[in-house]
C-alpha cells in the first residue's frame, strides 16, 4: 500500500527529527509488548503488509513509547477502507495510549470485543464491516468517547444502557444494523450529542421524549428505525437543528411538530410519519437556509399558507401524497429558477394557476389532466432506464428520462411514471439527475439488455397504465442488482431494501434484489398476479427507509427496477366493456393533476406531445383511494 509506505516513512523521518531534539540521550529499544500486540492485531486484522520487526527509533524508551503511540495512532487511521479480512482483534488493548481506532469500510466480522473498554479512546469507528453480536456494555467505560460510529453492521441485541454513561458523546451513529428494543432512557444523559443517527433498525417504542433534553443537537436522523410516532413535542426546543430527517413512523396522527426556531434548520425531512391538520406557518418565517423540506406521503390537508412565499429559495420541496386542497399559489407555478417541487398527489383545485401550468410550457410544469384512450393494451412493456428494446417480439418502451422528481408521460403508450425525491447526499451526479444506473459488467442473464440499465428512485417510483383491457394479467419486475460488488471487499455489504405495492396495496414488504436473486448481478422476475377492473394499473416501489444508504457510496439506496412487463395470465378472458365507458365517466368526474415544476426540466418535448393532440382523460380512482389524492366535480 502507497499511503502505508508513506506513513512508515513519515514514522521514520519524524524518529529521526525526535532523536536528534532529545540529543540521543539513551539508547534503548521500541517498547517490545507493544510491538507483539501490533503483531496480534495484525494477524487479527488480517493485514498483511505490516512490518515492524526493524525497529525504526532507538531513543529513550519512555519518550519512545510515547512518540511511538502517537504515530501509531495515525497509522491506524490507514486501517480504514482496507478491505480487511479478519475479526476485531482485543489486543488493541495492549496499546494503552490509542485514542482512535477507525476500521471504517474493511470486510470484518466476529463482534466488538468488551475488553476494548478499558481503551481511552476518543474516537471508535467501525462503520460498513460484517461486525453482529450485541455492543457490549463495557463499551460505555469509555467515557472519553465522542464518536461512536457503528452504521452498516449486522450488530444487533438492545442497546445498553451503560451507553448513557458516556457523557462526553457526541456523534453517535447506529444505522442499518438490526438493534431491538426500545432507546434507553439513559440516553437522555447524552447532552453532549450533536449527531445522532439511528435509521434502519428493529427498535421499538416510541420516539422518546428526552431527546428535547440534547440541546446540542445538530443533525437527528431517523428512517425506518422501527420507533413510532408521534414526534415528542419537546423537539421544539432544539434549535441547533440543521438536520432533522425522520420518515416511515408508525402510530397515531399528530400535527406538524412545532418547531420554534428554525433559523439554522437546511434539511427537514418528515416523510411518511402520519401528519395530519394543516401546513404549520411556522415554516414560512426564519426558514432561511433551508435548502429541503420534505413533508410527503402524510395526512396533510387544508391549502398551502400564503407566508410559504418565504420558502422560495428551498432548492427541493416535496408535499407529494398528501390531501392539500386549495390553489397552488402562484411562485410555486410561475416563477422560474425553482430547481424543483414536487405537488403531486394532492388535491388542489382547478384555477388559473393549474390550468394555465397544464399550457405553460417555459416552467414544464406538467399537469395531467385527462386521458383519451387512443387503443387499448393488452399489457404493459418498459424498459426501466433504457432504450426501447424488442424481446421475443415484443416491444419494451423506453424509459430514459434522468431528472428527480419527475413526471415522464409515454403518450403513445398510454402510461405515466412519476419519480419523487432526490439523492441529496449522493454528490457524484449533477443534482436531480443520478436515477438511472449504466451497468458496465457483464450481463450473464437471459434477456440482457432488460438489465443494462436500471432506473432510480430515492423515494417513491410509480409507473401508471391508463389504457389496459381488463381481465387477469402477471406482473412480472424484472430486477438485478449492480450498484454493489460481487466480492469480499465492504463494496459488498450494501443491502437495498424497499417496498412493491400494486394497484395501491403493499404486496411485497422489504424486498431485498441480492437475497432473492442469490447474488449481485443476477437477475430475479417477481411475478405478482393482478386483476385489472377499470383499465388502470398502478405499480408503485417505495423505500420506507430500510437498508445501507452509504455503501459502497453515498446516495446507493431505495427502488431500483430494470424492466417491467405485464402479461396476460393464463385464463385471460378480455373484458369488453372496458375502456370506452370510463373514458366518458373519468372525462365528466374525475381529474388528475400531477403538479410539478423543474427548471431544469427543459428536456421535456412539451410540443411534440402537443401535436399529438392528446389529451389525457384518467379514471384516478385507484390512485385516489390508494393516495388520498385530488378529484375534481
Ligand atoms: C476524532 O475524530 C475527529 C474527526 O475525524 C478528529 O478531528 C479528531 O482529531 C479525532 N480524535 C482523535 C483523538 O483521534
Ligand atoms: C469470519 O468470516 C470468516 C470467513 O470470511 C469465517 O471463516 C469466520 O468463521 C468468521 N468469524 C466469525 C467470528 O464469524
Ligand atoms: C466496565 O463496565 C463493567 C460493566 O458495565 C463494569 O462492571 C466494570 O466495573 C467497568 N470497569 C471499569 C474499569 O470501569
Ligand atoms: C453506567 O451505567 C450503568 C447503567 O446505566 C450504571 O448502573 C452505572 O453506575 C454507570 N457507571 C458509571 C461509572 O457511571
Ligand atoms: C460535555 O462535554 C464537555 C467537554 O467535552 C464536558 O466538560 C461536559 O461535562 C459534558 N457534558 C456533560 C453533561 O457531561
Ligand atoms: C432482527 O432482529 C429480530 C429480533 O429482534 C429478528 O426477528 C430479525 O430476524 C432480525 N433481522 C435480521 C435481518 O437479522
Ligand atoms: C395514522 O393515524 C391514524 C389516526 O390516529 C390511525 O388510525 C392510523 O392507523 C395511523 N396510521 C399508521 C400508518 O400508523
Ligand atoms: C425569527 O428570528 C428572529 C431573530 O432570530 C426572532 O427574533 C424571531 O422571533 C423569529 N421569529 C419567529 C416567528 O420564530
Ligand atoms: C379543503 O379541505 C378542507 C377540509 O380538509 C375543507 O374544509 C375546505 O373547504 C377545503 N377547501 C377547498 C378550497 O376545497
Ligand atoms: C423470451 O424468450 C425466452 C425463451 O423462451 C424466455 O426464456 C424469456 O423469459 C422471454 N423473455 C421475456 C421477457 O418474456
Ligand atoms: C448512461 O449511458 C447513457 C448512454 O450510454 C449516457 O447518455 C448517460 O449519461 C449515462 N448515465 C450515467 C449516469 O452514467
Ligand atoms: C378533494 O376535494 C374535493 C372538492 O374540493 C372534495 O370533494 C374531496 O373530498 C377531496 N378529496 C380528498 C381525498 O380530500
Known amino acids: 500500500m502507497v499511503s ?39 494477524n487479527t486484522l488480517k493485514k498483511t503488509t505490516w ?51 477507525n476500521l471504517a469500510r474493511n470486510y470484518l466480522n466476529g463482534s466488538i470485543p468488551p475488553e476494548w473498554g478499558a481503551l481511552p479512546l476518543v474516537n471508535l469507528t467501525l462503520l460498513g464491516n460484517r461486525l453482529s453480536g450485541p455492543i457490549p456494555k463495557e463499551i460505555g467505560n469509555i467515557t472519553t468517547l465522542t464518536r461512536l460510529v457503528l452504521e452498516y453492521n449486522q450488530l444487533s441485541g438492545i442497546l445498553p444502557p451503560e451507553l448513557g454513561n458516556l457523557s462526553n458523546l457526541q456523534r453517535l451513529f447506529l444505522s442499518s444494523n438490526n438493534f431491538s428494543g426500545d432507546i434507553p432512557i439513559t440516553f437522555g444523559k447524552l447532552t453532549n450529542l450533536t449527531d445522532f443517527r439511528i435509521s434502519d433498525n428493529s427498535l421499538t417504542g416510541s420516539i422518546p421524549d428526552f431527546i428535547g433534553d440534547w440541546t446540542e443537537l445538530e443533525s437527528l436522523v431517523s428512517h425506518g428505525s422501527g420507533l413510532s410516532g408521534p414526534i415528542p413535542v419537546s423537539i421544539a426546543g432544539l434549535t441547533k437543528l440543521e438536520e432533522l430527517r425522520i420518515s416511515d413512523l408508525t402510530g397515531p396522527g399528530s400535527p406538524v411538530p412545532l418547531l420554534h426556531d428554525i433559523s439554522k434548520m437546511k434539511t427537514l425531512i418528515l416523510r411518511n410519519c402520519n401528519l395530519t391538520g394543516e401546513l404549520p406557518s411556522f415554516l414560512g418565517t426564519n426558514a432561511t437556509l433551508l435548502e429541503n423540506l420534505d413533508l410527503s406521503f402524510n395526512q396533510l390537508s387544508g391549502p398551502i399558507p400564503s407566508t410559504y412565499t418565504e420558502l422560495r429559495d428551498v432548492k427541493n420541496f416535496y408535499l407529494t401524497g398528501n ?21 403531486s398527489y394532492n388535491n388542489f383545485s382547478e384555477d388559473t394557476n393549474t390550468q394555465e401550468c397544464f399550457f405553460e410550457r417555459i416552467l414544464n410544469v406538467y399537469c395531467l389532466k385527462s386521458y383519451q384512450c387512443a387503443k387499448s393494451f393488452y399489457g404493459l412493456h418498459i424498459n426501466c432506464g433504457g432504450d426501447e428494446v424488442i424481446i421475443n417480439g415484443t416491444k419494451f418502451n423506453a424509459d430514459t428520462y434522468d431528472r428527480a422528481p419527475h413526471v415522464f408521460e409515454s403518450t403513445i403508450n398510454a402510461w ?79 443491502r437495498r431494501i424497499f417496498d412493491i405495492y400494486i394497484q395501491g396495496k403493499l404486496m411485497v414488504k422489504d424486498f431485498n434484489i441480492v437475497e432473492e436473486a442469490g447474488g449481485v448481478g443476477k437477475a430475479v422476475i417477481k411475478t405478482i398476479p393482478v386483476t385489472i377492473t377499470d383499465g388502470k394499473l398502478e405499480i408503485r416501489l417505495y ?68 401535436m399529438e393532440d392528446h389529451f389525457m382523460l384518467l379514471d384516478l380512482n385507484l390512485i385516489i383511494s390508494r393516495y388520498n389524492v385530488f378529484m375534481y366535480m
Not at 22 to 35: D, H, K, N, R
Not at 323 to 343: A, C, F, H, Q, Y
Request: charge should be negative; aromatic fraction near 14%.
Open 4 to 42: 502505508q509506505t508513506r506513513s512508515l516513512v513519515w514514522f521514520l523521518f519524524i524518529c529521526l527529527i525526535v532523536s536528534t531534539f532529545i540529543g540521543f540521550a539513551q539508547s534503548a529499544t521500541l517498547p517490545t509488548q507493544e510491538v507483539e500486540a501490533l503483531r496480534i492485531i495484525g
Open 543 to 610: 423505500w420506507a427507509g430500510k437498508g445501507t444508504v452509504a455503501i459502497p457510496d453515498k446516495g446507493v439506496y431505495g427502488p431500483l427496477i430494470s424492466a417491467i412487463s405485464v402479461d396476460p395470465g393464463k385464463n385471460f378472458q378480455p373484458n369488453k366493456i372496458c375502456c370506452l365507458s370510463n373514458i366518458q365517466y373519468s372525462f365528466l368526474t374525475n381529474f388528475i393533476i400531477y403538479t410539478f415544476l423543474s427548471a431544469q426540466q427543459k428536456h421535456y418535448n412539451y410540443e411534440e406531445d402537443m
Open 416 to 494: 405515466v411514471s412519476s419519480n419523487t425525491g432526490n439523492f441529496i447526499d449522493d454528490h457524484r451526479v449533477p443534482e436531480g439527475s443520478g436515477t438511472i444506473w449504466n451497468n458496465t459488467s457483464e450481463l450473464k442473464m437471459i434477456d440482457p439488455q432488460l438489465y443494462a440499465q436500471a432506473r432510480l428512485s430515492a423515494v417513491s417510483l410509480t409507473y401508471y397504465a391508463m389504457c389496459i383491457v381488463n381481465g387477469d394479467y402477471n406482473v412480472n419486475l424484472h430486477f438485478a442488482e449492480f450498484m454493489f460488488k460481487d466480492d469480499q471487499t465492504f463494496k459488498s455489504l450494501g
Open 323 to 343: 390531501m392539500l386542497n386549495g390553489s397552488v399559489p402562484n411562485w410555486m407555478v410561475k416563477e422560474k429558477d425553482r430547481d424543483t417541487i414536487d405537488l
Open 51 to 101: 512490518n515492524f520487526n526493524v525497529n525504526p527509533c532507538d531513543v529513550a524508551s519512555n519518550v519512545a513509547h510515547y512518540i511511538f503511540f502517537v504515530f501509531i495512532s495515525y497509522i491506524y487511521r490507514l486501517l480504514k477502507t482496507q478491505n480487511l479480512q479478519g475479526s476485531l482483534p482485543k489486543e488493541f488493548v495492549g496499546l494503552p495510549y490509542l485514542q482512535e481506532i
